[in-house]
């Protein structure tokens, strides 16, 4: 099985950045895909990032600002975040994938942290 802990979440200001990191434990992730969804309050779960065999991939609210890597001698994935905005506010949780294959979508994902709370002020 494998664990998945978000972590480096907190408050920032409209324009600024922040690095969320992902770290796994259990089994080694080097080829599972990973993804990064957020869900804000009353709303439904949204895709972020993802990192899978074809390369990376973003929703279309995050491109150009948001960065999705991993470091698999650390098994951790990150999600660079920058130019920051009021509707970035939300949780964002980090997915792992059973295998090389994962998008877009939630059920494409085996795997998910329990979240961390980004919130982004005026």
């Known amino acids: 099985q494998v664990q998945l802990v978000e972590s480096g979440g907190g408050l920032v200001q409209a324009g600024g950045s922040l690095r969320l990191s992902c770290a796994a434990s259990?089994?080694?992730?080097?080829?599972?895909?990973m993804g990064w969804f957020r869900q804000a309050p009353g709303k439904e779960r949204e895709f972020v990032a993802a990192i899978n065999w074809r390369g990376t991939d973003y929703g279309d609210s995050v491109k150009g600002r948001f960065t999705i890597s991993r470091d698999n001698f650390k098994n951790t994935v990150y999600l660079q975040m920058n130019n920051l905005e009021l509707e970035d506010t939300a949780v964002y949780y980090c997915?792992?994938?059973?295998?090389?294959?994962?998008?877009?979508?939630?059920?494409?994902?085996?795997?998910w942290g329990q979240g961390t709370q980004v919130t982004v002020s005026s």
């Open positions: 997915a792992a994938a059973s295998g090389p294959f994962g998008g877009r979508l939630v059920n494409e994902y085996r795997y």
């Open positions: 259990g089994r080694t992730f080097n080829n599972y895909a």
